[in-house]
């Protein structure tokens, strides 16, 4: 009895012993900070300047008068010499009657589409299937109430009914089908006819990219003019308030070569050499990068210079800018991107073996989880953000360097080359 009472209170002493070192254990390690990290990764920086400048095009604007205007091509698009770019109607049943031929060609087209597709062997599972899904987008349009594309999608279950019937075998479904195109052809017809008797058409003079904005620039400035100026003169170009001319209906670019002319202080712009091509970035009106040749940069006055660019891409997309902000992009970085908080300033002394002066020096570095253990990566800073630091290992061949992917330790106290870390 005396030996099994022994046994319990050494038992119960062991409990007690290993919990009181379970809590020393976690209070102490409470009391120490834990080790943040983040992972390193690769990054791209585009260094640059600002600088304000007009987009400079060949351009012939086009004119007409009518109450109502109707724009045939999208913006952007090519279109050829004599092609209609443009309708103007005197009142509004004009515009109607447009619509109406709009919507009755694209009926025509659709169902000249299921005829002629009527004897081609086809699925009927799949015709099935897509009959089904074209009235369940009917049922979900006028549920929702969404009428917008209701005609659209009639006609697309229409075609799909015939082309089932003439899967079917169903031969005068296709007998009905010819009669109705027949019908539609004659209404279009007619539609055509009154239609040139309230509208005047506008065709482009020659060949080219369309646009339906003209701003008035277009005879403020051209190439020819634009070689020759100087920053005043751009600068007042830039400051000017400029209007369409009214009755415009729209411009033609004529030329694939379009032009940016851009004010710049002389100071930033060493190092920029004609013939070079650069990135411009534009980001206010639209979103994108260009790669622009630099033609020309003219004489320097009063500390600034007229820089002009070229390019034969993009011109699509740039069709509604002209006064516009861009960062010409002089030079693309590419190192490893860590948080500012990361970065550590030590300082080291070195000794001069021949005359054993010693002198203290500076350097950067980051700390780096390895297995274990922290460790120190000598790095050099190549660009400096608010947010973060762009570097790359002060010796790139070494075997102990930065690498991306790694642990980034952010603790600022406390941490030191070799240290347990985990």
Known sequence: ?????????????????????????????????????VPAYSAVIQVGTDASGIVVREETVLSGSGAYVELIPSEGEKVSAGQTVALLYHDASGQATSQAINTLSAEIEQ??????????????SRLDAAVLDCITDLRSLT??????????????LRTMVFKRDYTYGDHEAAGGLAVLCDEKESELAALKSSLSQVATSVAAPASGVFSGVADGYESLIDLVSVLDMTPSQLSGLLGRDVAAPGGTVGKLITSSTWYFAAILAEEDAKGLLEGRTYTISFSYDWFGQVDMTLEQISDPENGQVVLLFSSRTNLADTTLLRVQTVDIVTQELEGIRIPRRALRVLTETVTDE?????????????????????????????????????????????????????????????IYDGKVVR
């Open 111 to 124: 169902l000249n589409y299921a005829l002629s597709s009527g004897t081609d062997t086809t699925d009927t």
């Open 1 to 37: 009895m005396k030996q099994s009472n022994l046994a319990t209170k050494i038992t119960i002493s062991v409990l007690a012993v290993g919990l009181i070192a379970y809590l020393v254990f976690y209070i102490v390690r409470g009391w120490q900070d834990e080790t943040v990290t």
């Open 354 to 414: 021949e005359t054993g002066e010693t002198t203290e020096t500076q350097y950067t570095a980051v700390y780096t989880v390895v297995g274990t253990q922290a460790e120190l990566q000598r790095v050099n800073v190549l660009y400096t953000d608010e947010n973060f630091y762009l570097v790359e290992p002060a010796d790139p061949d070494a075997s102990r360097r930065l690498r991306a992917g790694d642990e980034i330790i952010l603790n600022t106290t406390g």
């Open 143 to 156: 549920a929702s109430g969404d009428l917008s594309s209701l005609e659209d999608s009639t006609l697309n």
